[in-house]
């Protein structure tokens, strides 16, 4: 069994940082890509930012600058840093990630749960 744990997210002053963390556990050979996805009430879910094992990580516009993806060490966390937060970064942000577990060579996308990040003053 493959779970996306997440964690972070709250309540943040317009202009403050927050931090998400994700981690997966389970038994599967490898994972090709972790991000996070997002979505605001009313809107559809947007990719906010995404990174491979070896390229370089993609961001939405809105958050370029302002947001930062990393892996951990081991490779199996992703995390996400979001400074200058603004009112309209408010969403249920989700860990993605596609995880190689049936086969060493083809991955599969797995979600979190979704934590939610409201800037609001």
């Known amino acids: 069994q493959v779970e996306l744990v997440e964690s972070g997210g709250g309540l943040v002053q317009p202009g403050g940082s927050l931090r998400l963390s994700c981690a997966a556990t389970?038994?599967?050979?490898?994972?090709?890509?972790m991000g996070w996805y997002r979505q605001a009430p009313g809107k559809q879910r947007e990719l906010v930012a995404i990174?491979?094992?070896?390229?370089?990580?993609d961001y939405v516009d809105s958050v370029k600058d302002r947001f930062t993806i990393s892996r951990g060490n081991t490779k199996n966390v992703v995390d996400l840093q979001m400074n200058s937060l603004k009112p309209e970064d408010t969403a249920v942000y989700s860990c993605?990630?596609?995880?190689?577990?049936?086969?060493?060579?083809?991955?599969?996308?797995?979600w979190g749960k979704g934590t939610l990040v409201t800037v609001s003053s």
């Open positions: 993605y990630a596609e995880i190689r577990r049936i086969s060493p060579l083809r991955g599969t996308s797995y």
């Open positions: 389970g038994m599967f050979f490898g994972i090709n890509a």
């Open positions: 990174i491979g094992n070896d390229s370089s990580p």
